[in-house]
Structures are given as C-alpha cells and as structure tokens.
C-alpha cells in the first residue's frame, strides 16, 4: 500500500512527522464517509499544517511531473488538483493563484476566474472574448438540470444548480480551433488535425446549493448570486475536476460531507479505503477552514480495475465514478472516463447519445467505450456540445 505520509510530503510545510502523527490519530478515528460533521474536530490541538502553493504549482505546471504523479499516486494529485483550483485568487490576473494567502483564505478562488461556458460557447454570429478581457470574477452561472434534464432539490425546497468552467489552456485551444461553434465543429468531419487538448487542459463542473435553514455558511465555499431578482447565498456542494495530465483525462470528484443532511440523497458508491483514509488526513490539516468540510469520492483513470473508485453497482466488472450532487439519479452506472470519452460530433451535427436504456431504465455508459464509426471525437470534452 503506498505510504499517505509519504504522499503529504509534497503538501506540507512542516515535515513528516507531523504527516505522520495526523495519519496515526484519522485511522484512530476515522468517521464513516456520509457523517456530516468535520473530521478535523476529532483530532483536537493538532499542529498546523500548510499547503505550499508554489510547490503544487510546481507540479501542475509540468505536464511531465504531473503526469507522472497523476499515474503513480492519482488520490494525491486528486487533492492537488483541489487546493490549486480551490486556492484564493489574485484579484488582477485571471487563472492566478495569490501566493500571498494561505488555502482557506478569505475571497474567490481560482477556478471562479475561469471563463464560464456561457462565455464561450456564444450565439452564432458572435465572438468569445479572449481570455484576458472581461471581469476576472464572475458569479456562478447557474443553470437547475442535471445532465440526465432531471432537478434535484434539497431539503429547504430549493433546486442544486449547476455550473462549467474552462481552465486558460481549455479556453484557448477551443477558441484557436474554432471549436465553439457548431460549423467549426462539423469542419472536422472533411479531415484535417485530430482534437488534442494541451496537456494542462482542465475543466470543472460545479454544484450550488442555496444556503438556509440548518446550514452553517462557514462550512462551505460561499457565493452570491441574484436568483429571480432575490439575492441569494450559495454553497458549493459538489465538484468535478477533470485535467488532460493523462491521454485519457483525470478524473475526480469532491463533495460536501453534509451533502446526505441537506438533500433527500446520499452517496450510493462506496468510497475506497485509502481515499477514505487521505480525506481523514487532509480535512485535519485543513481543521478550521470550510475545506474542512469537503471530501473526494474517488478517482478514475481507466475504464476498469480503478483501486480508487468504485465497481459499477448496475454493472460490477466496470469502474464508476460519481457525485451525490451531479450524477444523483444514475450514480450506479456513471462511469465519467466513459461517458466522455463518446463526446463527438456526427454528420449533420447529431451528437453520440449519453444514455442507454436497459429494462426501460436509463443508464449511463460503462466500461470500454462503444465505436464512434463516423463521428469525429472531440476528446473527452462533452461541453463541446454547447456549441452552437
């Protein structure tokens, strides 16, 4: 079993002893994975511990290193890939961490200076504009289905909205390869370059629920947003994050540990042991912040035989990956590797079908992927679909 001490030691400040000695007391004391309240505070007076983010950015900046860390210790990079996103921004430069503040910091966070889908994928005719123009943050651009067109409403009676957005490196290879319209799309289909996303691609897709009744806002990555004319509070509840590291993508998915109080559903997959085991670790290193509060659910990396995800319950030889928030309604057949892997474009537009159906059930796609035949893939990138 790889050491979860010796995985820490590229995230801490203050050494492996201190690694070790969070490790020791979390298998203690480990929580079960949908008990809604901090791990940190089971491990009282522990010694702080600081994510270093120029270490981490060290790491991502490298398609080499990150690849290598991706393959060997994915619960980890997993867990980097969160505090890089998740670190508080710089305020004047889009896509840029404030190396001057410390995970958990006051104000908005990386990923919510990427530009949004709606930013790209504009009405015909029309332009995105560049990277570096237009406000450097944006509140969340919610939208209330699922992927499946389904609503999922929480516990005060209000919908879980939803959100994507594009890391620098996503938006500009879209833009230069005229990707975010549908013709520049079709185009593909006459020949020429494959779609090849940069190795630093990255994307997320964001659950928001609004804040009420029973939930403390301190738990939560918060922000505010005028919904139907009303200001209103919004909490992140859940979070995928996906990045081009490997060919196949990487895949992992965070949530909310109270997730399972405040909504009428909970996680149906099982969390593996030894994801189970770095949460423990990393929620006590981030004791006193909403981090906190906030777990990963798995890793995919293959589309079978994934240690660090979870057996399909529909079909158990497969590798699934889900969250309670995004893939509410089909967690047991929702395999993300796969899923995306069938994002294409067909003669006249016609896209690869999500779904299938098994007993009159409908089901998401499991295991290898099925043949495109003449569909053109656009790797791994299902926003594409937006386009118009």
């Known amino acids: 079993m790889r050491s979860p001490m010796r995985r820490l030691s590229i995230l801490i400040a203050t050494g492996c002893l201190v690694a070790a000695a969070v490790l020791s007391m979390s298998q ?8 809604p309240t901090a791990p940190a505070a089971k491990v009282p007076n522990l010694p702080s511990i600081t994510p270093n983010i120029k270490q981490i950015e060290a790491i991502l900046k490298s398609p080499k290193k990150a690849s290598q860390k991706a393959t060997l210790t994915p619960i980890d990079f997993a867990w980097l890939a969160f505090m890089d996103v998740n670190w508080p921004a710089l305020g004047t430069v889009r896509g840029k961490p ?16 990427w530009k949004t889908s709606q930013n790209l994928y504009v009405a015909p005719g029309q332009t995105p504009i560049s990277w570096n123009q237009g406000p450097i943050y944006q509140q969340p651009a919610l939208q209330s289905e ?18 994507v957005r594009e890391s620098q490196d996503t938006f500009n290879y879209i833009i230069e390869r005229n990707l975010y319209t549908q013709a520049g799309q079709l185009k593909l289909l006459q020949g020429g370059l494959p779609v090849t996303f940069p190795a630093r691609a990255m994307e997320v897709k964001a659950s928001w629920r609004f804040l009420g009744e029973g939930d403390d806002a301190s738990h939560y990555l918060t922000a505010t947003v005028l919904y139907r004319g009303v200001v209103r509070v919004v909490g992140l509840s859940g979070l995928h994050i996906t990045s081009k590291f490997l060919p196949d993508w990487f895949w992992c998915t965070f949530e909310q540990i109270e997730n399972s109080k405040m909504t009428p559903v909970k996680l ?18 981030f004791r006193n912040t909403k981090w906190a509060y906030y777990r990963l659910d798995g890793v995919q990396t293959s589309y079978a035989n994934n240690p660090d995800a979870a057996n399909c319950i529909v079909n158990a030889k497969d590798s699934c990956l889900a969250n309670s928030q995004i893939e509410t309604y089909f967690q047991g057949s929702s395999s993300c590797i796969t899923c995306h892997s069938l994002a294409s474009i067909g003669p006249g537009g016609k896209r690869y079908s999500l779904w299938t159906f098994r007993g009159g059930d409908q089901q998401g796609h499991m295991g290898s992927p ?12 299902w926003s594409l679909r937006e386009a118009q």
Request: hydrophobic share 40%; net charge negative; aromatic share 6%.
């Open 28 to 35: 203690q004391s480990q929580a079960p994975a949908e008990t």
């Open 98 to 113: 404030d190396l001057n503040k410390g995970f958990g910091g006051a104000g908005f966070v990386v990923w919510q200076t």
């Open 146 to 163: 699922m992927i499946d067109g389904k609503v999922l409403t929480d516990n005060n009676g209000n919908p879980v909205m939803y959100e």
């Open 268 to 285: 149906e997959l099982p969390i593996a042991p030894e994801v189970q085991r770095v949460n423990a670790v990393m929620q006590a290193a």
């Open 370 to 381: 099925p043949p495109l035949k003449q569909d053109v893939p656009l790797d791994f990138v």
